[in-house]
């Protein structure tokens, strides 16, 4: 049976920050940084937890893998945007680790074994926090991170078991799954359409997401978006575990008690409104990319998809814009 | 022979103040604007085009038709979203008068003819302007009018002559069709589709509508919606005047001499960008409607239709929105 005594976090925003903070008061734990400052932070004052649990954590931080000498387990917790660069500098580094990733959507784990072979698990996780400062997360949601092996690698079901069993003794939740993809895939439906949705239409999670009562009204987009997906899962053979649909009822409900005011901001958006790439590529359009390949039309992601991509590409023309006529 | 001795122009702005400018000249006209202060000015300075035509108009205008007198020809030339609240103004007034539409989309014309028997004339036009004051309009693109009489009232086709010979002689460009649902129905799939596109993509009528290279290719959703659009004008037994995709495609090579400073900001998304109500009820949304009523289904019509409202909306819960956390 193998062994984590040794652990290092790739990316520490807030998902990677949970991480670093819970399982660093149980192992050794490193975190691979993108900048220096954050690292020597980390180094200096560890790395605190407040919220839905309390934590002070002490942290080996570098850029460099090299510094951060082996471990058993590697976490790549940074946003699907950056696995690439992520993998390619951990390429060479950590021979003996398992490798897991929890981004959202689909397409990750693909990438990380281009660079190396180690073995890799899949997971999605549900737990969320606000990340105040490079030394300071706060845990908001205590959801579980779900996790399975990777079925294009070679991580069996008792590694899982290994990680979840660690990560729920530092008292964060985690549950192993032998076949992922329910699971993964109820999640990826339910994310390629609100948050496209979010992302072009400037809206949070409000209840309009579930409204259907008139041609106009944004729940009928929403539903039919997430059926298309649903028949795509259909025909990949995959059973989702949870029904999307009702993932995003009950989300505007818990939401909305009469009061816009905490809706919830789709990290889409987020990212739109504050023109970093976004994530579309691995929710959206992996549905799309998966539909193709299986002949399935789902001309509603298509559309997303299109939009959102149209959408990152209007910053870069931006300030090059004139000539505003009346007319058509 | 009905003979066209006085106009009204109802509403001026860029297209109003055009038809005002150049019609002042050889008849009579009256306009009818919503601000008071507009009136006066027009009242003292009268109306200036330069551009294309140089002219300079006497007018008598004001904010209250029973102040115009009676007229031969009103011409509403407000923007769609306006046309109900004209027309109310209108009603009881002018009895004499043809009464012409020229807004994008359709369905204006029925409103009209909710609060007055007057006989209906539909147009369309394509050229435009720059309003530079409420005394000063610039005339751009010196395009044709097009018009015939509207199938639900009781203008004749020679009517349509009438006014077109008028708007010709004025120095305006027009053209009086015995049918004008085919060049109608053409500039119609046209707005719907990139009008809506460029609403939520904050897009200006760049190279990239007429793009299909890539599965993200924004000119796939152009191409595609308007695909739709043309099953559903097929199936009203309407053959178009003009390829939708064709007009699109020549307008981004017109518009982009590999300089994008210069392609065309859409009305629709002028109003986005200044959150004005838009106008997608009369053009995405009377496509989804038609599509409706003769049961061919339109996906992406329906869904550009939900985001241009739900974009709307977002304008309303500005303000009341939080809470930006990690996670999904």
């Not at 409900?253 to 005011?261: C, L, Q, W, Y």
Request: hydrophobic share 40%.
């Amino acid at each position: 049976m193998r062994q984590i005594e040794s652990v290092c976090i790739a990316g520490a925003g807030a998902i990677g920050s949970l991480f670093a903070g819970h399982l660093g008061c149980i192992r050794p734990t490193r975190v691979l940084t993108r900048r220096a400052e954050h690292a020597q932070r980390l180094n200096s004052e560890g790395l605190r937890v407040s919220g839905k649990s309390e934590r002070q954590a002490e942290i080996l931080a570098a850029t460099d893998p090299a510094k951060l000498g082996d471990v058993d387990l590697v976490i790549i917790a940074t946003k699907a945007t950056a696995v690439e660069a992520t993998a390619q500098a951990l390429a060479g580094h950590f021979p003996g680790a398992l490798v897991m990733t929890v981004q959202n959507g689909l397409g990750c784990e693909d990438v990380v074994a281009r660079y190396g072979d180690w073995p890799i698990i899949s997971a999605v996780t549900f737990m969320s926090g606000v990340r105040h400062s490079d030394v300071h997360v706060e845990y908001e949601l205590d959801t579980e991170t779900w996790m399975g092996p990777w079925a294009g690698g070679s991580a069996s079901f008792a590694d899982v078991q290994q990680v979840a069993k660690l990560i729920n003794a530092s008292g964060l939740k985690a549950r192993a799954f032998e076949d992922l993809r329910p699971a993964q895939w109820s999640k990826l439906l339910f994310n390629s359409s609100v948050n496209s949705i979010g992302a072009v239409t400037d809206l949070p999670h409000v209840r309009e997401f579930a409204r259907r009562d008139s041609i106009e009204a944004l729940g009928h987009l929403v539903y039919d978006m997430m059926a298309e997906g649903k028949r795509v899962a259909a025909t990949l053979g995959i059973e989702l575990y949870e029904d999307p649909w009702e993932m995003n009822v009950q989300a505007v409900s818990r939401g909305s008690t009469g009061d816009e005011a905490y809706a919830h901001v789709f990290s889409m958006l987020d990212d739109v409104r504050h023109r970093r790439p976004t994530e579309v590529d691995w929710l959206t359009g992996a549905v799309v990319r998966e539909a193709q390949r299986v002949g399935v039309p789902v001309p509603i992601h298509e559309t997303m998809y299109r939009l959102v991509k149209a959408r990152e590409l209007s910053w870069r023309l931006d300030g090059k814009q004139g000539e505003e006529g009346s007319g058509t």
